[in-house]
């Protein structure tokens, strides 16, 4: 079965970095990938989502790279700011053809970034 | 409403007892989502309909956990039976076809 992990649980940076989150996958080819923010008791929001022909995804501040060859996303925050201190989620969406919508979550790396 | 809407947002029961959950997910979104997010957990995923079908319901742990759709709109997931391992929280979600998907709040269930 397929199996996902993301670096560390935990990341704490300074304000200002960049946060890098990975997201490593095995057993699997995902026609799409997802990142998805939580915060604590509240339900995951959704931030990005990259396919499998697409190398590089941006949104603001936020950048996504998706290698299907090394079964890997970078998850990037530029300039980081303490509001974006929150549990990012990784999610791999169905195989290429499949009309199943379900998908497969990380465990999530908790980031922490201080003043 | 905008968003999607769960309730209860708190349900304590005793082991044993049954109990429902409620989803109204985005007016207008096709596919419906059940997942439960354990303590330190990753989303463990429950069920998927499609309209008011469930072509995917792999996720159930056991014979104990239901769920319908009716009207194309609102989700109920019941559990029966309820065992202290079942305590979670447990989060529906909603999308157009393969693309985000919209998350609800969450109920949480506490077996004691």
């Known amino acids: 079965s397929q199996k996902i992990e993301q670096n560390s649980e935990a990341l704490n940076i300074q304000e200002g970095k960049t946060a890098t989150l990975t997201c490593n996958y095995t057993?699997?080819?995902?026609?799409?990938l997802q990142w998805y923010r939580q915060d604590p008791g509240r339900g995951p929001v959704f931030l990005l989502l990259?396919?499998?022909?697409?190398k590089e995804k941006r949104k603001e501040r936020l950048k996504v790279t998706f290698d299907t060859t090394l079964k890997q996303s970078l998850f990037h925050i530029t300039a980081s700011q303490p509001a974006d201190s929150a549990t990012y989620l990784c999610?791999?969406?169905?195989?290429?053809?499949?009309?199943?919508?379900?998908?497969?979550f990380g465990r999530g790396t908790q980031l922490t970034v201080w003043p | 409403g905008a968003g999607v809407s769960q309730s209860p947002s708190n349900k304590v029961t005793e082991k044993g007892k049954d109990v429902e959950l409620r989803c109204d997910p985005i007016?207008?979104?096709?596919?419906l989502y059940w997942y439960r997010q354990s303590l330190g957990q990753g989303l463990e995923f429950l069920i998927y309909?499609?309209?008011?079908?469930?072509?995917?319901k792999s996720g159930l742990p056991s014979d104990r956990f239901s769920a319908e759709r009716t009207g194309g709109s609102v989700s109920t997931l019941t559990i029966q039976r309820t065992q202290q391992e079942d305590s979670a929280v447990y989060l529906c979600?909603?999308?157009?076809?393969?693309?985000?998907?919209?998350f609800g709040p969450g109920t949480r269930l506490t077996v004691l």
């Open positions: 309909f499609q309209g008011n079908s469930a072509p995917d």
């Open positions: 999610a791999l969406g169905g195989p290429r053809g499949s009309t199943l919508g379900r998908l497969y």
């Open positions: 007016s207008g979104h096709t596919a």
């Open positions: 990259i396919r499998e022909n697409e």
């Open positions: 057993n699997y080819s995902p026609a799409y």
């Open positions: 979600a909603s999308s157009l076809r393969q693309r985000e998907q919209f």
